[in-house]
């Protein structure tokens, strides 16, 4: 079974590469897998296997 995480991501002028770098990684390292990021939103969603 699959579990989901939806986030906002706030865009920002200075250091939003960086930041958004950080943030997948933060995740990545909870067992979360980014499947979608959309182009004209500013939502990531997010999955990983319930019973890890």
Same mark, same amino acid.
């Given at each position: 079974m699959k579990e989901y995480k939806v986030i906002s991501w706030k865009m920002g002028l200075s250091g939003n590469n960086q930041r958004l770098e950080e943030t997948l990684n933060s995740y990545a390292k909870q +067992?979360? $897998? %980014?499947i979608?990021? +959309?182009e004209q939103t500013? $939502?990531? %969603?997010f999955e990983r296997d319930?019973? $890890?």
């Open positions: +067992g979360w $897998r %980014v979608s990021i +959309g500013t $939502r990531i %969603v319930k019973n $890890r």
